[in-house]
């Protein structure tokens, strides 16, 4: 079925790709403006990254979801497939900004500076994606529009934690920061793996012991 779904051209059609569309010509248009000025390599990379993931958010986005959801097909696979075509789209992207960027970078940071950057870029990802997918879970069609200012509204409070500072260029402290920029990641993931969750499990759960509860009786 997912084979299917690819094949027919229905999955792409019914994703949201004005949001994609606009992400990729925002980061061309960086890049074309950065074009042999590369002295911010770190600042750079996270806001070309922000650009990708603000695209990213609607990718849970599904007006059939109504009709959908009658389907054999799960909720979890069903947002999964669609988090695969985003990353389909993202990984490229963001692979070719770090060749075009890190080569700029000091020789003894390039992978430092890759590997922290790439995690807060998925750690960005999941979080929208979790708030989507919880979104999608209470009924709304199109999460994706909460997913923007959520995502900056955490970022923001991310910047303005001196005791815990997230967002730092390289040095002693940005092994520490990106340690919590993991634990991020972990978090969302937790939460949206169980934000996929069929809406109607718990209930067939209790309604299964509830069944068993008679039969004991």
């Known amino acids: 079925m997912t084979w299917e779904l690819v094949r027919s051209g229905h999955l792409v059609r019914s994703l949201r790709l004005a949001p994609f569309a606009t992400g990729a010509v925002a980061v061309a248009a960086f890049l074309a403006v950065r074009r042999g000025d590369p002295h911010d390599v770190v600042g750079d990379l996270r806001v070309l990254g922000l650009l990708l993931a603000l695209g990213s958010g609607y990718v849970l986005d599904d007006g059939a ?35 075009w960027f890190l080569p700029s970078a000091p020789g003894g940071d390039r992978w430092a500076l890759g590997l922290g950057l790439t995690v807060e870029l998925a750690a960005a990802l999941f979080v929208i ?89």
């Open 129 to 217: 994606w979790a708030l989507a997918a919880w979104g999608r879970r209470h009924g709304f069609e199109h999460p994706g529009i909460v997913t923007t200012p959520a995502l900056l509204a955490l970022l923001l409070v991310a910047s303005s934690i001196p005791q815990a500072p997230m967002l730092v260029g390289p040095g002693v402290q940005w092994t520490q920061a990106h340690l919590r920029w993991s634990g991020i990641l972990v978090g969302a993931t937790g939460v949206l793996v169980a934000g996929m969750r069929d809406p109607a499990a718990r209930w067939r759960s209790a309604d299964h012991h509830r069944r068993r509860a008679r039969q004991r009786g």
């Open 65 to 99: 979801a109504v009709t959908l959801q009658a389907s054999p097909y799960s909720l979890a696979r069903r947002l999964w497939l669609r988090i695969g075509c985003a990353a389909a789209v993202v990984v490229p992207l963001w692979s070719a900004v770090l060749a």
